[in-house]
């Protein structure tokens, strides 16, 4: 009788450990899961932030391009005012 009192003693404190650690186990997937999801939202933004850098890139390229292209033609503009002055200075 001693035995088997001593064996369901030990039985419930086996199952109190199993659930103890079960329980834990549970604490820490749910920490990992809160981890995981702060992750996945940081990256989302990242990623947002990437597209919208991305655009603003393609904009500013533009811009450039037909700032470039002005300042091109005001130079050829200039080169040839100065040419004609040149050539009535020689006349």
Do not use: P, W, Y
């Not at 086996?14 to 103890?20: A, I, R």
């Amino acid at each position: 009788m001693l035995l088997i009192s001593s064996l369901r003693r030990q039985l419930t404190d086996l199952d109190s450990k199993n659930v103890d650690q079960s329980q834990d186990l549970e604490f820490e997937k749910s920490l990992l899961n809160a981890e995981f999801e702060s992750i996945s939202e940081r990256m989302a933004g990242a990623r947002q932030k990437l597209v919208d850098l991305s655009e603003q890139n393609c904009r500013l390229s533009a811009v450039f391009d037909e700032k470039t292209a002005e300042i091109r033609r005001k130079m050829d503009a200039t080169k040839s005012n100065v040419g004609h002055i040149e050539v009535c200075i020689e006349r």
